[in-house]
């Protein structure tokens, strides 16, 4: 207990997710030891089970890391989901209260508005007389201000031009100097203290160093070269001018770099750290090779931006002009419509504000029930968001342990691990809804799944969540081909492939499949889980080529993030050994 009391502590306190939601050390404690009851309670029932039910089931200590990583998993997804349906009915609460301020204010518009109307009533005629003798004049200055805006605006257009080619060729050599920085990252101290240990340095080793003494104005030499890699060596090289490298200097190391033996790949043979200064020297002397081409261009955007600036200044003062201008013709503008319309508006406003507030009466009065209700959604999401990661540990011990365990043991199970939970202090959902379809899926999901053939049952449901919840692929139990065919059906739409163990394409179809995200359902599997599929069937992931990819027989094929697996057996009794439980989840 112990010991998995500690993997628990150490897996729980580094996640970040679980961290965030649970809180307090207290509270990680106490999970940490339910989840270690749960374990041992599933451990427990393990050899009754297969005495009474005679079906093989086994649950090791890589269950109780799988178990872990899936408490992980749900915590933070239904979290998030929580978060975001919270959010969005407090949004929808705040725009109801809003909505209730803006009636008040309409009715105290109401109030005040009479008066206002008929003054503005008394005031249209003098209005509509300064408008006629105004607009002539902003017309003048609004037309003469465009046409020097239209100007300017020309200008900055070619300025815009030459800026544009100068940046865009800019940027070709930026990439270079972050290759070099990049070199430097992978630079330790202690591969540099490695190297600076030899008294007799290998010739690659020595070459390296020359070139990096070559840039740093550094006569070439082993001696000089240990001086040089002391305690600020690697900020020094982080520092170097890049832009201002002699060409003499160039021309000396475009001599060293044209050693065929002078490439990363092969110095690396030699020294790790070495291999790392020759990828910096590389880089630099590819950028400075290509800053050499730029650096006219980059001249001429200096002085393209200094012009451009100065038509920017321009243009601003010309623009705050017309800004000026302009606000004074829309308020001349708008004084002469007012007083065009002043006399409809004077008999049609009151009426028009009493319709409005008449309506925004109506709906509030409707709205009120819905209010009700989301203020009741609202208090239960709260109440949902406190206990989520402990609702949370349970889903994950039925998720993990409990797939291949008939209705009366997950029963059994469940209810002791609640108990736990009530001893340990950790608060749960009320009883009746802590069924895992209650957990894990919305009503519109099971529903959608009883379209596709499910069978209605609790279990069945508790089965779908099982499968599509667990950070494993599915191993169904399915002698009489329901959750197969289930699985057709769901899947239908995604481009299913179906395909069987003994398949000769088996493989094949499975290489086509995955990098294109299509569900792969493989019926017929044995009491052995096939060699030549481990590593899909453990989800044992590689990068190449910043490419997340799986190996499938003898290829590694590029790993789509929607793929999905299932697996199905026929036999109603498999003998399943405990790697096959390690590996997959069976259900």
């Not at 009466?361 to 709205?367: E, Q």
């Not at 481009?495 to 088996?506: A, I, M, P, S």
Request: hydrophobic share 45%.
């Amino acid at each position: 207990r112990e010991a998995l009391l500690a993997v628990a502590r150490a897996r729980l306190s580094s996640s970040e997710a679980v961290v965030r939601v649970v809180g307090d050390a207290a509270a990680l404690e106490s999970v940490a030891q339910v989840a270690v009851s749960m374990y041992l309670s599933v451990a427990e029932s393990t050899a009754s089970f297969r005495a009474s039910v005679r079906r093989a089931a086994y649950i090791t200590p890589a269950s109780f890391l799988r178990m872990l990583e899936q408490y992980e998993v749900l915590v933070g997804k239904r979290h998030a989901a929580l978060s975001t349906r919270r959010e969005h009915f407090e949004s929808g609460v705040e725009q109801l209260e809003v909505f209730d301020g803006l009636v008040r204010e309409m009715e105290e518009e109401l109030k005040g508005m009479q008066p206002d109307l008929e003054k503005a009533a008394a005031e249209a005629v003098a209005i509509l007389e300064q408008v006629a003798a105004d607009q002539g004049k902003a017309d003048e200055v609004k037309a003469h201000v465009e046409a020097e805006e239209a100007a300017v605006e020309a200008t900055t257009k070619e300025m815009q031009v030459l800026r544009d080619s100068a940046v865009s060729d800019l940027e070709e050599v930026m990439p270079i100097y972050d290759d070099a920085l990049l070199a430097l990252g992978a630079l330790n101290r202690d591969d540099l203290s490695e190297v600076k240990q030899y008294i007799r340095p290998p010739e690659l080793v020595t070459t390296v160093m020359d070139a990096v003494c070559l840039l740093q104005g550094i006569k070439p030499g082993w001696a000089e070269a240990k001086k040089m890699m002391n305690k600020d060596f690697i900020s020094t090289l982080e520092r170097f001018d890049k832009d201002h490298i002699p060409e003499e200097v160039l021309r000396k190391l475009g001599k060293m770099l044209r050693n065929p033996d002078f490439n990363p790949e092969t110095v690396g043979h030699t020294s790790i750290a070495a291999k790392s200064l020759c990828q910096w020297v590389i880089a630099i002397e590819n950028y400075a090779r290509v800053f050499k081409k730029v650096e006219p261009k980059r001249i001429a955007l200096a002085e393209a931006e200094a012009q451009f600036e100065e038509t920017m200044v321009a243009l601003t003062e010309k623009r705050a002009e017309l800004e000026s201008v302009q606000a004074s013709v829309d308020a001349l503008q708008a004084k002469y419509e007012a007083a065009c319309g002043r006399q409809e508006f004077v008999a049609s406003r009151i009426a028009e504000t009493q319709a409005r507030l008449e309506r925004a009466a109506k709906l509030v009065k409707g709205l009120g029930g819905e209010a009700a209700r989301w203020r009741a959604t609202l208090a239960e999401l709260t109440a949902s968001s406190s206990v989520v990661a402990y609702d949370m540990l349970m889903a994950a011990g039925w998720v993990t342990y409990l797939g291949v365990f008939t209705p009366e043991y997950r029963s059994q199970l469940f209810a002791g691990w609640m108990a736990a939970a009530g001893e340990a202090g950790l608060p749960l959902s009320p009883a009746a809804s802590l069924s895992l379809g209650n957990l894990l899926a919305e009503p519109v999901e099971v529903r959608s799944w009883v379209l596709d053939g499910l069978p209605g049952d609790e279990f069945s449901v508790q089965n779908a969540v099982l499968a599509r919840e667990a950070v494993a692929w599915p191993l169904f139990i399915d002698p009489q081909g329901q959750a197969a065919a289930w699985v057709r059906a769901m899947e239908a739409g995604a481009g299913l492939v179906v395909t069987k163990v003994d398949d000769g394409k088996l493989l094949r179809l499975l290489q086509s499949a995955i990098p294109v995200g299509a569900p792969v359902l493989i019926e017929g599997v044995g009491d052995e889980l096939p060699p030549v599929l481990l590593p899909l069937l453990s989800k044992s992931l590689i990068k190449v080529n910043n490419q997340v990819c799986v190996r499938v027989g003898d290829a590694e094929v590029f790993y789509h993030s929607d793929f999905k697996l299932y697996l199905a057996t026929r036999s109603a009794n498999p003998s399943y050994l405990p790697q096959v439980f390690n590996t997959v989840n069976v259900v």
